[in-house]
């Protein structure tokens, strides 16, 4: 237990769906973040979230759509997404992210298909 | 892209230590190597970071060359859970961990 959790950990939808992904940390920490990994792909960073404002936003495509309302909760919104955004979908916090010493702490993921 | 390069597989055998090594021979002054882990489908977990000294914690040793241009991360008694993908990173950026393709650990009997 990293004190990360994100529900749901399992989720198929169809392309014309609208769901969201939930994210909650019990750390104390005020940055998170939403990363994607795909089959065989690396860890790519997608959004990341410091004091509830979004100071970074890796062209990601605007069928994802993040939410902070708070610093312990982030959502990732999904609307007519595709088959290739079939993936692991995970999220992180840190203390406060502006420091090189800023350890990430990662939740389990939720595991998305697309049909 | 990720600075850093490991190589893509290793083995071990269990109760051994599992050095895995990584080249970073790009990174800055003021720049920490972190250790990372991710066991199949699950999160990344974090194990150990560090800048110029070696390091030590429950989970691991880091062991950094005084160049900074490459480190080892070592298991000292490896066992059939550490089998996972291990990833070595530099931070690069504000927030920014930048994850390359690890090296694939596996721990057999």
């Known amino acids: 237990e990293t004190g990360v959790t994100q529900t749901p950990r399992h989720l198929v939808m169809g392309m014309t769906n609208k769901k969201s992904l939930k994210c909650e940390q019990h750390l104390g920490h005020n940055a998170m973040y939403w990363y994607k990994q795909s089959a065989k792909k690396p860890l790519e960073l997608m959004f990341v979230?410091?004091?509830?404002?979004?100071?970074e936003n890796n062209s990601v495509p605007s069928r994802f759509s993040p939410e902070c309302p708070n610093s312990s909760h982030l959502f990732l919104h999904l609307h007519t997404l595709q088959p290739e955004d079939s993936a692991l979908y995970l999220c992180?916090?840190?203390?406060?992210?502006?420091?090189?010493?800023?350890?990430?702490?990662f939740g389990p993921g939720t595991r998305l298909t697309v049909l | 892209d990720a600075k850093t390069t490991q190589p893509p597989s290793m083995d071990c055998a269990e109760g051994r230590a599992a050095n895995l090594p990584c080249n970073h021979s790009?990174?800055?002054?003021?720049?920490?190597v972190y250790w990372y882990r991710q066991i199949h489908s699950q999160g990344p977990q974090y194990i150990i970071h560090?800048?110029?000294n070696n390091e030590t914690n429950e989970m691991a040793s880091l062991i950094i060359t005084e160049d900074r241009k490459s480190s080892t991360l070592i298991l000292p008694h490896a066992t059939l859970r550490d089998t996972a993908v291990y990833y070595c990173?530099?931070?690069?950026?504000?927030?920014?961990?930048?994850f390359g393709q690890g090296t694939i650990l596996t721990v057999h009997p």
């Open positions: 560090g800048l110029k």
């Open positions: 990173i530099d931070r690069t950026s504000y927030g920014k961990l930048t």
């Open positions: 790009t990174i800055s002054g003021n720049e920490y």
């Open positions: 992180a916090s840190s203390q406060d992210g502006a420091s090189k010493v800023d350890t990430q702490y």
């Open positions: 979230y410091s004091l509830e404002e979004r100071v």
